[in-house]
């Protein structure tokens, strides 16, 4: 062997050599980075130190934007300033257009002694992941050199895909550590405020904002409210018409929105609108991501990610509101929580049922009123009310509502009930006992005697909320509701009528007598009305 084949050998083995010190170092740091940013990071500082050069930048390609964003920078440099580093970022988009490394020197905007070598990060056969730039001054970049940075790409590429799937993996958990704290929130049953308070503090603290609100969409006024928010006065903020602005936006594109860079005080802002089933909800956003970068992708996955979490919350908190709207004084507490537990709520919206319905109504009312003070007669309604709605929904009435001094009352809706015609006449006959009483107290106090009728009547009938977006109330539609006022208009003083249904579905437990020959307006016919007497034991 000659003295020239002998020191290529030689050199050949000491690039052997540099490449496998360069392959363990590498594999090192990829077992011990804990993160992509520190992996990056690690390969940067050991590039610098293992090629001899001053700077070295990493860039990637953002897989969402498809932007070249600066990775990681290790740089031991006196020369590279902020002016450099723009035509660095500039380079890096020629370089991740390579098929394969180049030295470049002589370059525009950087000192002429200054020699940079371009490497695009390929992994596979085409993917393109980036490009590293290193750079130093004086010395040229060798073939040998060049053959180890080729070594290095070769681990580089696996070691990115690595961090990338180690990426997905911890957003994803992330993302499913906040779910389960907002299920947690969820399940407190908190009330809506509060509710919506836990939630924005959660999302700041976890996509790391300054600020966070929510702002629900008002139907009557079609506008948005802010609800919640993490600032005490964030509507009175200066920009306050920015973030508002951007809600508006997403509400109108219905996507999220997202933007950075904005300004020195409002430097980015997110929103996302909140719809479900079509209906709007209202925006959830938040403002100022720490950091100069703004909010990232990740951010905007993860928003997304709970969305869903978010405005299914709202939505059922907004039921429960309307829930107790609409029933909180017609309904007893046991069956409204009966209802609550329930996570079907649409008999609000109107259902076809059979049901029994009452109406109560005092004997001569008119002439009571005209021979009994105002203030006197107020008071005696208002105890008659009051001891009627407690008979009611002792048997698990509804109070549907109060025409003057008639009580009408529903059995059977809104929670099922097979028993509801005997609850309904059970209901009737205490009602009568305890207007005795009522009668017997408030005759010692002067007023003149006076006497109830009850009419009851059993059918299908539509049941659910029914008025303006202004005003409601849960009642019910059809000729048995009709029906069962005109048996009440006929009813005399302690008599509890019922109609041919309702006889028909509790005859084996009642002792009633038929009263035939009836005629109603708006029913055509003899109508035959049985007068209960008492419930058979």
């Given at each position: 062997m000659s003295e020239q084949e002998l020191k290529k050998l030689q050199e050949k083995l000491a690039l052997k050599q540099r490449e496998l010190e360069l392959m363990v170092a590498m594999d090192k740091i990829r077992d011990t980075s804990t993160e992509p940013g520190a992996l990056l990071a690690g390969i940067a500082s050991l590039l610098v130190e293992q090629l001899a050069v001053q700077v070295c930048l990493i860039f990637l390609i953002d897989r969402e934007s498809g932007e070249i964003e600066l990775a990681a920078l290790s740089d031991h440099s006196d020369w590279v300033n902020d002016e450099i580093q723009t035509s660095f970022c500039a380079l890096a988009e020629q370089a991740v257009r390579l098929k394969h490394i180049e030295a470049w020197h002589a370059l525009q905007g950087f000192p002429p002694q200054v020699q940079l070598l371009a490497v695009p990060i390929i992994f596979g056969a085409d993917e393109n992941l980036g490009a590293i730039l290193l750079s130093?001054?004086?010395?040229?970049?060798?073939?040998?050199?060049?053959?180890?940075?080729?070594?290095?790409?070769?681990?580089?590429?696996?070691?990115?895909?690595?961090?990338?799937?180690?990426?997905?993996?911890?957003?994803?958990?992330?993302?499913?550590?906040?779910?389960?704290?907002?299920?947690?929130?969820?399940?407190?049953?908190?009330p809506l405020n509060e509710m919506l308070t836990a939630v924005i503090q959660e999302l700041t603290t976890t996509i790391q904002a300054e600020m966070g609100l929510i702002m629900l969409y008002d139907l009557a006024g079609k506008k948005l409210e802010t609800r919640a928010s993490t600032h005490a006065a964030i509507t009175s903020l200066p920009y306050f018409s920015q973030i508002d602005q951007a809600a508006q936006k997403a509400l109108q594109e219905a996507d999220l929105v997202c933007c950075n860079a904005?300004?020195?005080?409002?430097?980015?802002?997110?929103?996302?609108?909140?719809?479900?089933?079509?209906?709007?909800?209202?925006?959830?956003?938040?403002?100022?991501?720490?950091?100069?970068?703004?909010?990232?992708?990740?951010?905007?996955?993860?928003?997304?990610?709970?969305?869903?979490?978010?405005?299914?919350?709202?939505?059922?908190?907004?039921?429960?509101r309307i829930l107790r709207r609409v029933l909180g004084r017609s309904v007893d507490p046991r069956v409204m929580e009966r209802l609550l537990a329930n996570p079907d709520m649409d008999f609000l919206k109107g259902e076809l049922v059979e049901l029994t319905v009452l109406y109560a109504d005092i004997r001569g009312s008119t002439a009571l009123a005209e021979r009994t003070p105002p203030g006197v007669l107020v008071e005696f309604i208002r105890d008659y009310l009051s001891r009627m709605t407690e008979v009611v929904l002792k048997h698990e009435g509804t109070i549907d509502k109060f025409v003057g001094d008639e009580v009408m009352a529903l059995f059977g809706v809104p929670i099922p009930q097979p028993d509801h015609t005997l609850r309904a006449i059970r209901a009737g006959l205490e009602m009568q006992a305890e207007y005795e009483k009522l009668q017997t107290q408030w005759q010692q106090r002067g007023l003149p005697p006076t006497s109830i009728g009850i009419g009851i009547a059993t059918g299908e009938m539509i049941a659910g909320e029914m008025g303006s977006?202004?005003?409601?109330?849960?009642?019910v539609i059809g000729r048995p509701a009709n029906l069962g006022s005109r048996i009440c208009e006929v009813a005399q003083g302690g008599q509890v009528l019922v109609s041919q249904r309702t006889f028909d579905l509790a005859s084996q437990q009642v002792q009633a007598?038929?009263?035939?020959?009836?005629?109603?307006?708006?029913?055509?016919g003899k109508v035959t009305v049985y007068h209960v007497g008492r419930i058979l034991e």
């Open positions: 130093r001054a004086e010395r040229p970049f060798t073939p040998e050199e060049i053959l180890l940075m080729q070594t290095a790409e070769d681990q580089i590429d696996s070691a990115i895909i690595q961090g990338f799937t180690s990426e997905i993996l911890r957003h994803r958990q992330r993302e499913l550590d906040t779910i389960f704290r907002l299920d947690h929130i969820r399940d407190q049953n908190l904005l300004g020195s005080e409002l430097r980015s802002v997110m929103c996302l609108p909140l719809i479900l089933n079509e209906q709007i909800i209202g925006v959830i956003g938040v403002v100022n991501r720490y950091g100069p970068a703004g909010f990232t992708a990740a951010d905007r996955r993860l928003l997304n990610a709970i969305g869903s979490q978010i405005d299914t919350a709202i939505y059922e908190r907004n039921e429960i977006s202004q005003r409601s109330n849960y009642t007598a038929p009263i035939t020959g009836n005629n109603f307006k708006g029913v055509p």
